[in-house]
């Protein structure tokens, strides 16, 4: 899946950590297939937090609250070895490091496993900080990261807003308040975060996939085609769109259709959580209607 990391812009995602996007789609999509004789069951993958605890190189941009050699080493160390982090911003913010020191002991902290609390430190942090607008909303779009590793749907979805209260129309933030509430079940307001996504940004094949979820989940399997047809013209690859386009065939009595997308985004993304729930998918289908 499509990611996009910007300096200074909403999209900035959690340093030291594994994105939580993919995983989430699986969750926010909901695995859920018909059987032969309507029946319908549910296969989910891993949690988003078991997930997204794995941890991820740093990306190349983060929002910048501070500048300087102290701010520099802390973010490295955050890829490198978050419990120096977290020492080393703990010294700094001692002797006066201000912003950037919080905001580097916060990312060690998700780096360490400990999401909760350091969604509640970035958000403290976006409260008060005085940096621009953009800047505040990338450290409340973290925030809202962290709580969607940290399984909490509801904080997730209130960070997230507080961001587009500063950058209403980031297509970033949209989609990740859409994720947020689709782990809760609400896929209508999800569905209109990612219409307006598709709106600002028509080539963005995630918000695509995310919005085919949407329908299904509504009972719009028609539009749900659709959408997963733009994603996968977008994107021919995408093992997300190829799993999501697996269910609708399935939902549809297109047995044979579901098999090879599943096993085409096993082959695309053999070690992710995708892979994971196609794989799932897979399985079911071999149990048989009396397995489902």
């Given at each position: 899946m499509r990611l996009i990391w910007?300096?200074?812009?909403?999209?900035?995602?959690?340093?030291?950590?594994r994105s939580v996007r993919p995983v989430l789609l699986g969750v926010f999509a909901a695995v859920l297939l018909a059987a032969a004789g309507g029946v319908a069951w549910l296969a989910l993958g891993r949690t988003e937090a078991e997930a997204a605890s794995e941890a991820l190189p740093v990306p190349p941009d983060v929002p910048r609250l501070?500048?300087?050699?102290?701010?520099?080493?802390?973010?490295?160390?955050v890829r490198q070895d978050p419990d120096e982090a977290r020492s080393f911003a703990e010294g700094w913010e001692a002797g006066g490091g201000g912003e950037g020191a919080r905001h580097c002991s916060a990312l060690a902290l998700i780096a360490l496993g400990e999401p909760e609390r350091g969604a509640e430190r970035l958000e403290g942090l976006a409260r008060v900080s005085r940096a621009s607008a953009a800047t505040r909303a990338s450290i409340f779009a973290q925030a809202g990261q962290a709580w969607m590793m940290a399984n909490d749907g509801g904080r997730a979805f209130g960070a997230t807003t507080m961001a587009l209260t500063l950058a209403p129309d980031d297509p970033e933030l949209l989609t990740d308040r859409a994720i947020a509430l689709g782990t809760l079940g609400r896929y209508a307001e999800a569905l209109d975060d990612l219409n307006r996504v598709v709106r600002l940004d028509p080539d963005r094949a995630e918000a695509w996939v995310f919005r085919a979820a949407a329908h299904r989940h509504l009972d719009r399997v028609d539009q749900a085609a659709e959408?997963?047809?733009?994603?996968?013209?977008?994107?021919?690859?995408?093992?997300?769109?190829?799993?999501?386009?697996?269910?609708?065939?399935?939902?549809?009595g297109d047995t044979a259709g579901a098999r090879a997308d599943w096993e085409r985004a096993i082959t695309l993304a053999p070690d992710s959580a995708t892979a994971d729930l196609a794989q799932q998918n897979l399985a079911l289908n071999e149990a048989g209607p009396q397995r489902r």
């Open positions: 910007r300096r200074c812009g909403p999209a900035a995602r959690l340093p030291g950590v501070a500048s300087g050699p102290e701010y520099e080493r802390c973010l490295s160390l959408d997963v047809a733009r994603a996968l013209t977008l994107a021919p690859d995408s093992a997300e769109a190829l799993l999501e386009r697996g269910i609708i065939r399935q939902l549809r």
